[in-house]
């Protein structure tokens, strides 16, 4: 196998990397650098992808709330941090935020303080309460929204 990818197999390689899944420009450009493509031919790969939408940041990013949310049961706070480290703009991301259901979202959050507090054994209510508030917090859940619902 040479060093270099060819542009058309790699190109090939980053549209079926995209159709399987949403994917960010970052985690692209990884897998492009993984496989060993040039910058140049990268920057052609991820102009092509973009055009032909198989690259869609809005996309990914409401793609990806979504699913944390719902199957991860992740917090607003979580699911900013990831998108950041994904460099997400800020504006692509409190739009996918702003998707949650504010009901869905502390209802969501209500049921994990109920199902955490069940798990927390013989100690007083407010070392309990405590542990289940820095359990809420590492979810990224907001911090006066937890103490609301103590």
Do not use: H
């Not at 935020?97 to 927390?120: A, V």
């Amino acid at each position: 196998m040479p060093l270099e990818q060819t542009f058309e197999l790699a190109l090939s390689k980053a549209m079926r990397f995209c159709a399987y899944q949403e994917r960010c420009v970052k985690e692209v450009k990884q897998k492009l650098k993984k496989i060993n493509v040039s910058s140049t031919d990268s920057d052609k790969i991820l102009e092509i992808l973009i055009e032909g939408n198989y690259l869609n940041q809005k996309q990914f990013a409401l793609s990806f709330v979504s699913g944390k949310f719902r199957i991860k049961k992740w917090g607003k706070n979580k699911i900013k941090n990831e998108l950041f480290k994904k460099d997400i703009e800020k504006e692509i991301i409190e739009l996918a935020i702003s998707e949650i259901d504010i009901k869905e979202y502390k209802k969501c959050m209500q049921q994990l303080f109920q199902e955490k507090l069940k798990t927390i054994k013989g100690e007083n209510d407010f070392i309990k309460k405590n542990k289940v508030a820095n359990y809420l917090l590492s979810k990224g859940y907001e911090t006066e929204l937890i103490y609301d619902l103590l």
